[in-house]
C-alpha cells in the first residue's frame, strides 16, 4: 500500500464549477501538507501549505486537512479552463530531511 | 534570480550511454533536492544536498546514479550505463533548511530523459 493515495483522475468539469480533489494517507507521522499544480511538461508549482488540521484559504483555493481521518483536500472555486493540470497532493514527516512524499497526482481538465 | 534553472531540458540517449544533467538552484537556499518523476506518477525522492554535503539517499539510487554539488551551488545528477528503465523526468528543487519552510519547494522544469 502506497503511503499517499491520490484519484488519478482524469477529472472533467466545465467552467465556474466547484473542484474537489482529494489524498488519503497512512502514516500518522506526516506533519506538513502541500498541494502543487504541474502543467504538461513543467515541474511542479507550490498552491498551499498547511500544517495544522482545519481549512486554510488563499484566492479561489481552500486546503483542507483532516488529521484524523488522514484526509485532505483542496477546493477550487469559480474554476477556469487556466485551472486546467495535474495536481499533486504532497506531505512530510517534518524532520530533517524536507524530503516529500508525493501522490500519485490528479489530472484536471476545466471546459470552457 | 529566475529560479530553478536544469539544463538539458531534454536528452534522448542509446541504452549503455552516460547522460549527466545540471541544475541551478536559486542562490539564496542551501538545500537542492533530486526527484524522478515517470509517467503518471508523482515525484519520487532520490538525494538531498544541505550545502554541498549530501545528507540522504533514497533507495531508488542505485550504483549507477551519482550526485554532486561540489561548492554548494550548482549540483550534477549522473547515469552510468542508462537502461530503458531510466527514462524518466528527473526534477531538481531547492528551499531554505527551515521546516516551517517545508513547503516552500521551489521546482525547475525538470529534464526529460529518453533512453532508446
Known amino acids: 500500500q502506497k503511503e499517499v493515495e491520490q484519484d488519478p483522475g482524469p477529472l472533467s468539469v466545465p467552467e465556474g464549477a466547484i473542484v474537489s480533489l482529494n489524498c488519503t494517507y497512512s502514516?500518522?507521522?506526516?506533519?506538513?501538507f502541500m498541494w502543487y499544480r504541474q502543467y504538461s511538461r513543467k515541474g511542479p508549482e507550490l498552491l498551499m501549505y498547511t500544517y495544522s488540521s482545519g481549512n486554510k484559504e488563499d484566492g479561489r483555493f481552500t486546503a483542507q486537512v483532516d488529521k484524523s481521518s488522514k484526509y485532505i483536500s483542496l477546493f477550487i472555486r469559480d474554476s477556469q479552463p487556466s485551472d486546467s493540470a495535474t495536481y499533486l497532493c504532497?506531505?512530510?514527516?517534518?524532520?530533517?530531511?524536507?524530503?516529500?512524499?508525493f501522490g500519485t497526482g490528479t489530472l484536471l481538465a476545466v471546459q470552457p | 534570480d529566475t529560479g530553478v534553472s536544469q539544463d538539458p531540458r531534454h536528452k534522448i540517449t542509446k541504452r549503455g550511454q552516460n547522460v549527466t544533467f545540471r541544475c541551478d538552484p536559486i542562490?539564496?537556499?542551501?538545500?537542492l533536492y533530486w526527484y524522478r518523476q515517470t509517467l503518471g506518477q508523482g515525484p519520487e525522492f532520490l538525494t538531498y544536498f544541505q550545502n554541498e554535503a549530501q545528507l540522504e539517499k533514497s533507495r531508488l539510487l542505485s550504483d549507477r546514479f551519482s550526485a554532486e554539488r561540489p561548492k554548494g551551488s550548482f549540483s550534477t545528477l549522473e547515469i552510468q550505463r542508462t537502461e530503458q528503465g531510466d527514462s524518466a523526468m528527473y526534477l531538481c528543487a531547492s528551499s531554505f533548511p527551515s521546516v516551517q519552510t517545508a513547503g516552500g519547494y521551489t521546482f525547475g522544469s525538470g529534464t526529460r530523459l529518453t533512453v532508446v
Open positions: 502514516n500518522s507521522a506526516f506533519q506538513y
Open positions: 504532497a506531505m512530510n514527516y517534518g524532520g530533517a530531511t524536507n524530503k516529500l512524499i
Open positions: 542562490s539564496e537556499h542551501n538545500r
